[in-house]
């Protein structure tokens, strides 16, 4: 499992009906890895996973694996109200090809460090898969802390990375600190990315990437090899487009993007709506000055 460069966190494509799309999903697939994205991350937030059925979850996975082949691994993300299921579909994820697991803790329970360790290493030890354990106290209001992240890792071999999205960079270097080169750290922050792959990370797991894949690739590599100058200028660009990801109507906007470049339907299932009013207003504000001042790469 390569937990290192630009992993998109794909959205569930939908017909009118609001069921999955499979052709439409499979063709999104081989355009992020035709872009340079080196893996894909199926059924996260932005890919409405609350709203996905066990069955649609694994449906999902197979789909993005025959989509992609051998050319890039299919992870799919593990979040449940219950123990019992996240294990479950972490071993009908195994069955299904997927070749990583992003680990969430439980939806809507959030409570210590004794029950979160107890949830989040059953699902890591369903399976040989590599794991991912994904830190986003703001989303869910469980927050790993570096020496917790540690305590796993030494437990659990197939811990091999996490994403952080707790919005402090400086959590990317205290988890560096205590683990070293152990664990691969993954930015899960659109806007955060720049910042997070000079403080030490090596992977992004990111949204707008779902509407601008090569741009997405592109701010990647020249902030990963030293091309601040490159990155920075393309940072300035993308950091609007980037914003969208980070606020409650994420998944809404960035369809909405999606939808708006060609790539994709702005459907999204209840109790989402699709965007409208100010929100509409302010995303056809942002992506109409991001097309006139697109930058060359």
């Known amino acids: 499992m390569n937990w290192k460069g630009v992993l998109p966190a794909i959205t569930t494509n939908l017909h009118a009906d609001l069921s999955v799309d499979h052709a439409a999903l499979a063709a999104h697939c081989r355009w992020m890895i035709d872009s340079g994205c080196t893996g894909i991350v199926a059924g996260g937030s932005?890919?409405?996973?609350?709203?996905?059925?066990?069955?649609?979850?694994i449906a999902i996975v197979e789909t993005c694996v025959k989509a992609v082949g051998?050319?890039?691994p299919v992870v799919l993300g593990i979040a449940s109200l219950s123990t019992a299921e996240a294990v479950a579909l972490a071993r009908a994820a195994a069955q299904a090809g997927a070749q990583g697991l992003m680990v969430l803790p439980p939806y809507v329970y959030a409570s210590d460090w004794r029950e979160m360790r107890a949830h989040v290493g059953a699902v890591i030890a369903a399976t040989e898969l590599s794991c991912m354990l994904y830190n986003n106290p703001p989303a869910y209001k469980t927050d790993f802390l570096p020496e917790q992240i540690a305590e796993l890792a030494a437990v659990h071999p197939n811990?091999?990375?996490?994403?952080e999205?707790?919005?402090?960079?400086?959590?990317?270097?205290?988890?560096?600190?205590?683990?070293?080169?152990r664990l691969e750290i993954l930015v899960g922050m659109d806007d955060a990315i720049v910042e997070g792959i000079y403080a030490g990370a090596t992977g992004w797991i990111a949204g707008l990437v779902n509407a601008f894949p090569a741009e997405s690739v592109a701010l990647f590599d020249y902030a990963s090899h030293g091309d601040k100058v490159r990155a920075a200028a393309l940072y300035i660009w993308f950091?609007?487009?980037?914003?969208?990801?980070?606020?409650?109507?994420?998944?809404?906007?960035?369809?909405?993007?999606?939808?708006?470049?060609?790539?994709?339907?702005?459907?999204?299932?209840?109790?989402?709506?699709?965007?409208?009013?100010a929100?509409?207003?302010?995303?056809?504000?942002?992506?109409?000055?991001?097309r006139q001042d697109h930058p060359k790469l």
């Not at 811990?159 to 994403?163: D, E, I, M, S, T």
Request: proline share 6%; with cysteine.
């Open 46 to 57: 932005l890919g409405e996973a609350a709203t996905l059925s066990f069955a649609e979850k």
């Open 70 to 72: 051998e050319r890039a």
């Open 159 to 163: 811990l091999q990375a996490v994403k």
């Open 165 to 181: 999205s707790s919005g402090d960079v400086r959590r990317v270097t205290a988890i560096r600190a205590i683990c070293g080169r």
């Open 239 to 277: 950091l609007p487009l980037l914003r969208l990801d980070t606020v409650p109507k994420f998944v809404q906007l960035i369809k909405w993007v999606q939808a708006e470049v060609g790539r994709g339907t702005p459907y999204v299932r209840p109790p989402r709506l699709e965007i409208a009013g």
């Open 279 to 290: 929100d509409l207003a302010h995303a056809q504000a942002v992506l109409a000055k991001a």
